[in-house]
Nanobody, 123 residues
Framework: QVQLVESGGGLVQPGGSLRLSCAAS????????IGWFRQAPGKGRERVSC???????YYADSVKGRFTISRDNAKNTVYLQMNNLKPEDTAVYYC?????????????????WGQGTQVTVSS
């Protein structure tokens, strides 16, 4: 069955970096778009970044220039490199796929989700 597993979260000081991984199983990641989302306490889930199959990328304005999404199709894995982290980046980070080639805007169209990984930015 389709599974997504996130890893790489943790506690980091402001200005630090983390790399999140999203490992896929049960489907060939190369054929589908993957999105990264986050949810902070008391807030809704927001799309942070997305990478479709054509190699283009999407970033929310709040992370543009600091986060980089990439995919390694040979490893069936998508990464989110997060640099210059800020306290407001603190959230649970999820990866998800709409099982389509293109990224989609609506969260409800992402059918499969990982369990999430906690990122805490604090001094």
């Amino acid at each position: 069955q389709v599974q997504l597993v996130e890893s790489g979260g943790g506690l980091v000081q402001p200005g630090g970096s983390l790399r999140l991984s999203c490992a896929a199983s049960g489907f060939t990641l190369a054929y589908y778009a993957i999105g990264w989302f986050r949810q902070a306490p008391g807030k809704g889930r927001e799309r942070v970044s997305c990478i479709p199959t054509d190699g283009s990328t999407y970033y929310a304005d709040s992370v543009k220039g600091r986060f980089t999404i990439s995919r390694d199709n040979a490893k069936n894995t998508v990464y989110l490199q997060m640099n210059n982290l800020k306290p407001e980046d603190t959230a649970v980070y999820y990866c998800a796929t709409p099982l389509r080639m293109q990224c989609v805007e609506w969260i409800a169209e992402y059918d499969y989700w990982g369990q999430g990984t906690q990122v805490t930015v604090s001094s």
